[in-house]
Nanobody, 127 residues
């Protein structure tokens, strides 16, 4: 079964940076022009929240308001890979980070509209 695979998580001190990557595990996975690729996160005891999204057609980017300026989403269309650059990390950024695909970019904010998910990568920020 084709899946999305995240990597790049780990333990970092507050103020540090991490770069997460997300790529499909199989060659048959296609990201279509109308798709949006998103990053979500879920901290222990909290609901999953939207972090950032990027449209495949025109590279339009969306961010959670609270994360603007610290997180940057980007993509490499040739490699079918999505990145999340996270700077100035804070302990409250500690969570499992997931990437996912949504075939309808107009619902970029709605996790229930994403139909393919990765297994997640743990990000832990120490104080």
């Amino acid at each position: 079964q084709v899946q999305l695979v995240e990597s790049g998580g780990g333990l970092v001190q507050a103020g540090g940076s991490l770069r997460l990557s997300c790529a499909p595990s199989g060659r048959t996975f296609v990201i279509y022009a109308n798709d949006i690729m998103g990053w979500f996160r879920q901290a222990p005891g909290k609901e999953r929240e939207f972090v950032a999204g990027i449209t495949w057609r025109n590279n339009k980017k969306y961010y959670a308001d609270s994360l603007k300026g610290r997180f940057t989403i980007s993509r490499d269309a040739a490699e079918n890979t999505v990145y999340l650059q996270m700077n100035s990390l804070k302990p409250e950024d500690t969570a499992v980070y997931y990437c996912a695909r949504n075939p309808d970019s107009s619902t970029w904010y709605d996790g229930s509209k994403y139909n393919y998910w990765g297994q997640g990568t743990q990000v832990t920020v120490s104080s």
